[in-house]
């Protein structure tokens, strides 16, 4: 597809959250995939709400996400600036324009007029909106209002009795009546332009194709067609994103849980897993793989894939999905991520020895199979952290009762401190010669030694725990278990 240039546009009053993040992905796909350009630009006009912080946050996000752009904010480009309050001129100059072609004029209603014109018609029944009370005002009417303080605002005039057919690449054909939507303010009076005047400004000036955003705009569109009109501009093309829902079918809130990038970050999950998660939020792939790196989501997306029907965000989903990644990571690299968990929890020090670290490596190596994100480790890890540990629940306390437990715990404790040091293989040929010794059959063996060392029935296999948790300390739990065994 030639000349595909697409946008994403987020307005830094707060964090990346995972909807955004979805909007910014599927233009970046939409880029890569047609071989366009992805533009990023902030969208800052609510002065009060809009900071550098929140803007920082989006950059990091969408980076640690993968997400690059060709054109914007810190990369800069040829349609630049891209940030809105440096580009006021620009739609002061556009809104000039308007009110010189007659299609805008001066509105010096105050809030409270505004208010009490919205009260009564919402006491009517009728659909809030303006009446257009400043449309006509003439010279003398201006002045006088003008001499009062008043500071004008620039609204747009909307055409009576026009139906707006907005041509929608995911939702088809979508009409709205003009008569329901009142001449709205295009710069306000303190001469910051509104969102749907700067978003059709700069889609124009900065040749957006395609806008591609979450339906929340939808009902925002006819107005912005109604400004490309006005203009004589060309429309794009539109493709709003179904709303993302909570497994409960409600809006996705906090409610929820997490909702910005920045928390699944800390939480511990993989941006590649986020990625695969987010680009099945409302697009499905052609076949039944689900599991789909950036890449092969990138070869493979298109808007006719993008559901109508809403997404629902299902936390389970996201985590098999992290889980998947996270077995599928290097020792080297599942270290990284867990070792400033862990450090937190003050069970690792600052300073970590190339011995230490290398013991981390086989520790997550173990327990990757048990975890759905990152911070879990500190939990998981516990047990090769902790002084002692004790029989967690009444069924590890139950396996404790059994008769030959004390053989087999004093036996096992015997071989190990025999041993000069242990590794899996050893520690398997221990196991099998502990069982031949006393005549027992696996579980009987297996259960009483897991429930020693690790206090539970369940986890992973002993030969890989006990080279992680060392001879010694193994041994000190056996002989522990033994005492509280009372025999
Ligand atoms: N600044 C708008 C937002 O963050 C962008 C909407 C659009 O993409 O047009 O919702």
Same mark, same amino acid.
């Given at each position: 597809?030639? !000349? ?43 002065? &009060?709400? %809009? ?13 640690? @996400?993968?997400?690059? /752009?060709?054109?914007?904010? *810190? ?68 002045? =006088?209002?003008?001499? &009062? ?23 088809? &054909? ?6 329901? $939507? ?30 591609? =955003? ?29 709303? $993302? ?24 999950? @993989? ?11 409302? /697009?499905?792939?052609?076949? *039944? ?12 997306? %298109? ?22 990644? $996270?077995?599928?990571?290097?020792? &080297? ?12 929890? !003050? ?90 010794? @006393? ?47 009372? =025999?």
């Amino acid at each position: 597809m030639p !000349g595909v240039r697409v946008r994403f546009a987020p307005s830094p009053t707060g964090p990346l959250h995972i909807g955004g993040a979805r909007s910014a992905l599927f233009n970046w796909l939409f880029a890569r995939r047609h071989g366009g350009t992805f533009v990023l630009r902030i969208e800052d006009t609510d002065l &009060e709400r %809009s900071t550098r912080s929140s803007e920082e946050n989006i950059l990091a996000s969408l980076r640690w @996400l993968g997400l690059d /752009w060709d054109e914007g904010v *810190e990369v800069g480009g040829p349609h630049g600036p891209y940030r809105q309050t440096q580009r006021l001129e620009l739609y002061r100059g556009y809104a000039r324009r308007l009110l010189e072609a007659g299609i805008a004029y001066h509105c010096y209603c105050t809030e409270e007029e505004l208010a009490a014109e919205r009260a009564d018609l919402m006491a009517r029944g009728e659909l809030p909106r303006y009446l257009g009370r400043c449309r006509d005002l003439c010279q003398a009417e201006k002045a =006088r209002l003008e001499r &009062e303080g008043r500071r004008p605002a620039v609204r747009f005039k909307v055409p009576a009795d026009q139906t707006v057919v907005v041509d929608d690449l995911v939702r088809g &054909e979508v009409s709205f009546e003009c008569s329901g $939507i009142g001449d709205f303010i295009i710069v306000k009076s303190d001469g910051i332009p509104t969102y749907n005047f700067a978003v059709v400004v700069d889609d124009h000036c900065m040749e957006i194709s395609h806008v591609i =955003r979450a339906e929340e705009h939808l009902s925002n569109t006819p107005r912005q067609v109604l400004l490309y009109r006005a203009l004589g501009w060309p429309l794009p093309e539109f493709a709003h994103v179904s709303l $993302i829902l909570g497994k409960d079918r409600s809006k996705m809130s906090k409610r929820h849980g997490a909702t910005s990038i920045e928390q699944y970050m800390e939480m511990g999950y @993989l941006p590649e897993a986020l990625v695969n998660f987010l680009a099945l939020l409302g /697009w499905s792939p052609g076949g *039944e793989e689900e599991v789909l790196s950036l890449d092969q989501i990138r070869e493979q997306f %298109s808007l006719d894939r993008v559901a109508k029907n809403p997404a629902v965000f299902d936390l389970d989903k996201l985590n098999w999905l992290n889980g998947y990644y $996270i077995r599928q990571s290097s020792p &080297e690299r599942l270290a990284d991520l867990a070792v400033p968990y862990l450090q937190r929890e !003050g069970l690792l020090p600052r300073e970590i020895s190339p011995d230490r670290r290398r013991w981390v490596e086989m520790m997550v190596s173990l327990l990757k199979d048990y975890l759905n994100n990152m911070s879990e480790i500190v939990r998981r890890a516990d047990v090769f952290f902790a002084e002692t540990v004790d029989p967690v629940d009444g069924e590890a306390l139950e396996v404790m009762r059994q008769a030959e437990v004390p053989a087999v715990l004093g036996r096992m404790r015997d071989k190990l401190k025999a041993a000069s040091g242990v590794d899996e293989e050893s520690v398997k040929k221990m196991l099998k010669e502990l069982g031949r010794e @006393l005549g027992l059959g696996g579980k009987k063996v297996f259960m009483p030694l897991r429930v020693a060392i690790t206090g539970q029935v369940h986890g992973p296999d002993l030969h890989r725990i006990i080279p992680i948790l060392g001879a010694e300390r193994t041994a000190r739990r056996l002989e522990r278990a033994l005492t509280a065994a009372g =025999r």
